[in-house]
């Protein structure tokens, strides 16, 4: 018998609608399974029970009056860097772990509209910024595949929550890759838009220019069913697209024949270990088995991404983040005067990334550096976006690596951020240019997840969704589950 816990989006759905399963018997199985694991695993800063027992009895009281929503019911997690009206939003850090914001974010309310339970809030890199979720201001989150190794971050937690089956889905936050690489270290479908997809509203800013909201899950059917629901244009977020949202779960037919996916060899790095090597290239074998034409690309300025995202992202981020002071919300230290205030709770207050990015960001901004980095930066940036365009015109998609490595133990890059950075190599460059991308199960290596990582054109989410959905029919990976 399928323990409860372990049903994905579309199963639970399938039951609810037979009647065989009600969101409160759902809820209290996932409620149940966060209760045994979660000192273990660490995937979530705050779980909402009481909340989500009374949002899953209003939903199997309003189940049959009209709403059609395929989340109608379903628990899913929220990364704690998206406002939840009345439920702390900490950043996982300490200068807001009292905060609890008075509004929801955008896609806080459409989840809500469609009648979703929410589990709770996850944890994750404080303020974003990390790539193991070592960086949280309050514990690190542990990859449920091996707890003594790292999930991937910054959406650690979000991914660690799915993977350990705690809960069904989730949502995370991507600025380079920071849903991509944990789905791919901790066995998961993750999946970052194209910038302006999603609305941003609501969403804590880490570097806005990059910044995008995307769905977590097991199998790429459920990122479909999710992103149906927070996708399309928000008058409250003034980069949102207007373009209309298409029927994601309608393209999924299993047919990915004639597409043009194209290989980048710059994208099968210097030090990648050899079972991600080995695994990312079977699955390309696989697409090609499922009659795809496979093509090989280059994408030269890739080389150039990793500086150039480093330089923007923290410049951004040392805007973005001039606002916590202590005065507005969030604890205030004691001080001698309102600037001894104000530097003490930043600077002790602050983790010691975040604070190494805003010190790098105010850098670059800076009267004389300005045109030597930030500028130049930002002229990389169009470099890799014309060339992305360029690659685009003769192919429909890209297939990658996601992480050049396996998940790595706890505390093994810590002292060492160039080596930390060097695992969104492979995912940066899409937040660079706005695309979208995907990252899902392809394999083992050392008994460690491997993620294949598919890149699309802009607004084209459904041919990654599309192709994403063929490869996991035709294989297995995506069922795969830690023995916890």
């Known amino acids: 018998m399928t323990e409860l816990h372990t049903l994905g989006i579309a199963a639970i759905r399938a039951a609810l609608d037979a009647g065989d399963l009600t969101s409160v018997e759902i809820t209290e199985a996932l409620i149940a399974r966060i209760n045994a694991i979660e000192p273990r695993i660490q995937a979530f800063l705050t779980v909402t029970a009481e909340q989500a027992l009374e949002q899953a009895r209003s939903a199997d009281a309003q189940r049959g009056n009209g709403n059609t929503s395929p989340l109608h019911g379903i628990p899913l997690a929220i990364k ?52 193991s979720n070592e960086n949280s201001g309050y514990y690190p989150a542990r990859n449920p595949w091996d ?7 910054s959406s650690g937690g979000s991914t660690a929550a799915v993977a350990a089956c705690e809960a069904p889905g989730s949502l995370g936050t991507d600025t380079g890759g920071s849903i991509r690489q944990p789905a791919a270290l901790c066995g998961v479908s993750g999946f970052k838009p194209t910038y302006g997809r999603i609305s941003r509203y609501g969403l ?14 097991r199998s790429v059917a459920d990122l479909a069913l999710i992103l149906q629901v927070i996708a399309g244009h928000d008058p409250l977020d003034s980069t949102s697209s207007t373009l209309p949202v298409p029927d994601y779960s309608a393209g999924l037919t299993g047919d990915m024949r004639g597409l043009r996916i194209g290989i980048p060899h710059e994208y099968f790095v210097e030090g990648i270990e050899a079972g991600v090597e080995q695994a990312t290239r079977e699955a390309i074998d696989v697409l090609r088995d499922l009659g795809a034409e496979i093509v090989d690309v280059s994408l030269p300025t890739t080389a150039y991404a990793l500086p150039a995202y480093y330089i923007i992202a923290t410049a951004e981020a040392s805007a973005n983040l001039a606002r916590y002071d202590g005065v507005r919300y969030g604890p205030r230290l004691a001080g001698e005067s ?48 014309n060339e992305f365009n360029a690659v685009f015109a003769q192919i429909d998609l890209l297939a990658t690596p996601t992480s050049p490595t396996v998940a790595f133990p706890i505390g093994q ?53 599309r192709v994403g959905d063929a490869y996991q029919r035709a294989t297995d990976w995506h069922t795969m589950h830690p023995n916890l």
């Open 338 to 385: 309102m600037w001894d205030e104000i530097e003490r709770t930043r600077g002790e207050l602050f983790g010691p990334e975040v604070r190494r990015r805003i010190m790098l960001g105010t850098y670059v901004l800076s009267a004389g550096y300005y045109d030597a980095y930030y500028k130049r930066a930002q002229q990389v940036r169009t470099l890799i976006n």
């Open 147 to 153: 707890t003594d190794r790292v999930p991937g971050g």
């Open 204 to 217: 804590v800013a880490y570097a806005s220019s990059l910044d995008q909201i995307g769905p977590i899950a």
């Open 413 to 465: 890059k810590v002292d060492d951020p160039i080596a930390m950075y060097l695992s969104d190599l492979c995912t940066l460059p899409a937040n660079l240019a706005g695309l979208p991308g995907m990252a899902i199960p392809c394999g083992l290596s050392n008994n460690l997840p491997v993620g294949l990582q598919l890149l699309g054109k802009p607004f084209d989410e459904s041919t990654l969704l």
């Open 80 to 131: 704690d860097v998206i406002c939840t009206r009345d439920v702390q939003t900490t950043c996982a850090s300490r200068i807001l772990e009292d905060f609890k914001p008075p509004y929801n974010a955008t896609v806080v309310e459409r989840l809500n509209a469609s009648g979703m339970v929410m589990l709770g809030k996850t944890n994750c890199d404080e303020f974003a910024m990390g790539s």
